[in-house]
C-alpha cells in the first residue's frame, strides 16, 4: 500500500514538473516577451522607408523627421531615391544621415528654404550653456549623398552650429544659391571627398562655403568661433558665387588637403576665397585655375597664412593674391600663368615663392639673410615697437615704409643681416628715412655674445639717406642691426621708407 502511494507520489511530482516546463515554453515562445520584427531591428539604425507619407504629405519633409526622431542616436538610411524637402530639418542628437552614394540618393530643396541644421545648442533654451552644448560625437553629419535646390535660392542647404567632431563625406552639393555648407561655432570636423559644383550667388553675394560668427537668436556677433576644420580632396568649381569665405573673428586652423579650385569668373565677379580675421589657415598641395578675371584669394586682417600648390590658367591672371593688413603668410606656387601678389596696408613677414613654368620667374622675399647689393623689403623686416605699422607709400622699397611711433628709447627695428661670419670685405649700410622732429639715433650691431652702437645719426624731418659702416670684424656669427631711439622721444614718428647694403667699400647710393 505505501509503495503504491509512492509511486503514485512519483507520478504527481513529474506530472507537475512537465506542466511548469510547459508554461515556461509557453511564456519563453509566445508570451508577451516576443520581440517583433521592428524590435528585433538595431535601436540605432532608422530607414526613412519604414516611415511612408502620410494622408496630406506631398513631399518627404516629416517623413524624414519621424525617421530620425525614431532612435536617440546612431544611422538615418535613405534608399536610392530622390526625397523631396520643403522646409528645414533642424537635428539635435547624435546622428548620421547615410545614403546609399552621391549617385543614387539626393535630397532636393524644393523651397527656398534652410535644409539640413545640425545645432548643439537649441535656440530659446533656457539656463546656462553647459559643455555639451556642442554634439561631441564623431558619427554626426552626412555620407554618400547629394543635395541641390535652385541657382535662385539664398538659404543655407547644410549648417552646423554649435557642432564639434562632425563630418560630410561624399557629398555632392549641387545648384544651390545659398551657402551649400554653413558653419558657426564648429570646431574638429572633417569635410572629405565632397564636391561644390555651381553653389553661391554672385548677385547676393554668397559664398558656396561659408564660416561666420554671427549668431541671429542672440542678434549679435557671438565669441563662439570656427576652427579645426579639414577638407580632404574636395573640388570647389564654376562661377555662380565665390567658392569660400570666413569672416568670422579669429576662425582658426581651418585646412585645406589635395583640394581643387576653378573659377571661370568675370571682371567684376567676387573674389573666389575670402579670409577675414582668419589665424593659421593651410592649402596644402591643392591645385588653382582659371581665376583669370578675378584672382583667387583676397586675405585681410589674418596672420599664419599658408598656401602651397599649383595653378593653371590660360590668360595671365590679374593677381593670385590680395594681402590688406596680414602678416605671416608663406606663398609657394608652381605653375602656369601663377599671378602675382599684391602686397597692402600693415602687411609683413611675407615670404613668396611664384615660379610661373612659361615665364621661370621667380620671385622669394629676403627676410634674415646677408644678400647684398638689393633694397630690403620692408615688409620682411621684424620691428619689436608695437607702436609701428607697415604704411603705403610709393617712396618706400615695394611701396612700403614702416613708421615707428611713440619711441622713447625703444628699439625700432631689429633684423638679421648674417648667420655666418662675414670674411674680408666691411659692409656699409644706407638707410633712408625721416623723422616727425630732428632727433638722435643709434645703430646698433648685436652678436650672440655682445652688443655695441655703431653710430648715433641725427635723423631730421625730411627723406635723406644716412651712412653707417660695419667692419668685417664685427659681422660674427648671427649678427642683427638695430636701430634704437633715445630717451626723451615721446609722440616722436620715425618713417624708414628703404634699407641698402653693399659688401663693398661705396661714396654714393646707387
Request: net charge neutral; charged share 25%.
Amino acid at each position: 500500500m505505501i509503495k503504491l502511494k509512492s509511486k503514485f507520489l512519483i507520478i504527481i511530482l513529474v506530472f507537475l514538473l512537465l506542466m511548469t516546463t510547459g508554461a515556461l515554453l509557453y511564456v519563453t515562445t509566445i508570451g508577451p516577451e516576443v520581440l517583433t520584427a521592428e524590435e528585433i531591428k538595431d535601436q540605432s539604425i532608422a530607414y526613412v522607408e519604414d516611415f511612408p507619407r502620410l494622408q496630406g504629405e506631398t513631399d518627404d519633409t516629416e517623413r524624414i523627421k519621424r525617421a530620425i526622431n525614431s532612435i536617440d542616436k546612431g544611422k538615418v538610411i535613405f534608399s536610392s531615391k530622390d526625397y523631396k524637402v520643403s522646409s528645414e530639418i533642424r537635428i539635435r542628437k547624435y546622428v548620421r544621415l547615410v545614403g546609399a552614394g552621391n549617385q543614387a540618393t539626393f535630397i532636393t530643396l524644393i523651397k527656398d528654404t534652410d535644409g539640413i541644421i545640425f545645432e548643439g545648442k537649441p535656440k530659446g533654451s533656457d539656463g546656462p550653456r553647459s559643455a555639451d552644448n556642442y554634439l561631441k560625437n564623431s558619427s554626426l553629419g552626412v555620407e554618400g549623398i547629394t543635395i541641390r535646390g535652385k541657382d535662385s535660392f539664398t538659404k543655407k542647404a547644410l549648417s552646423f552650429i554649435y557642432v564639434g567632431r562632425a563630418s560630410v563625406k561624399d557629398v555632392i552639393f549641387s545648384h544651390y544659391g545659398g551657402n551649400a555648407l554653413y558653419f558657426r561655432s564648429a570646431q574638429d570636423m572633417v569635410v572629405e571627398d565632397c564636391y561644390f559644383r555651381y553653389t553661391g550667388n554672385q548677385e547676393n553675394k554668397i559664398s558656396g562655403v561659408f564660416m561666420d560668427d554671427y549668431n541671429e537668436s542672440e542678434g549679435a556677433i557671438s565669441s563662439q568661433n570656427v576652427n579645426d576644420i579639414k577638407f580632404i580632396g574636395c573640388t570647389f568649381e564654376h562661377d555662380t558665387g565665390p567658392l569660400f569665405s570666413s569672416i568670422g573673428r579669429h576662425n582658426n586652423s581651418i585646412n585645406f588637403t589635395a583640394c581643387k579650385f576653378e573659377y571661370v569668373g568675370k571682371i567684376g565677379d567676387m573674389i573666389p576665397i575670402n579670409i577675414k580675421n582668419g589665424i593659421r589657415f593651410q592649402f596644402y598641395g591643392c591645385r588653382f585655375t582659371h581665376y583669370n578675371a578675378t584672382g583667387m584669394f583676397y586675405i585681410e586682417n589674418s596672420s599664419n597664412i599658408e598656401i602651397r600648390g599649383a595653378t593653371y590658367n590660360n590668360q595671365e591672371p590679374s593677381f593670385f593674391v590680395n594681402l590688406q593688413d596680414t602678416y605671416g603668410v608663406i606663398i609657394d606656387i608652381v605653375g602656369r600663368k601663377t599671378g602675382k601678389v599684391n602686397i597692402k596696408g600693415n602687411s609683413y613677414n611675407i615670404d613668396q615663392r611664384l615660379l610661373d613654368s612659361e615665364h621661370t620667374g621667380l620671385e622669394r622675399a629676403v627676410m634674415e639673410e646677408f644678400n647684398p647689393g638689393q633694397m630690403l623689403n620692408l615688409r620682411n623686416v621684424y620691428y619689436p615697437n608695437t607702436g609701428t605699422k607697415i604704411v603705403d607709400n610709393e617712396e618706400g622699397t615695394n611701396g612700403a615704409v614702416i613708421q615707428l611711433k611713440d619711441l622713447d628709447y625703444k628699439r625700432a627695428i631689429n633684423f638679421r643681416i648674417n648667420n655666418n661670419p662675414i670674411v674680408g670685405n666691411d659692409v656699409t649700410f644706407w638707410v633712408k628715412a625721416k623723422s616727425s622732429s630732428s632727433k638722435d639715433y643709434e645703430v646698433r650691431i648685436k652678436g650672440e655674445s655682445f652688443e655695441r652702437i655703431l653710430k648715433v645719426v641725427k635723423i631730421g624731418e625730411e627723406y635723406n639717406w644716412y651712412e653707417v659702416k660695419i667692419p668685417s670684424s664685427e659681422l660674427k656669427e648671427k649678427t642683427n642691426l638695430i636701430i634704437n631711439s633715445t630717451t626723451k622721444q615721446d609722440g616722436i614718428t620715425l618713417t624708414i621708407s628703404q634699407i641698402y647694403y653693399k659688401n663693398t667699400k661705396k661714396n654714393s647710393i646707387e
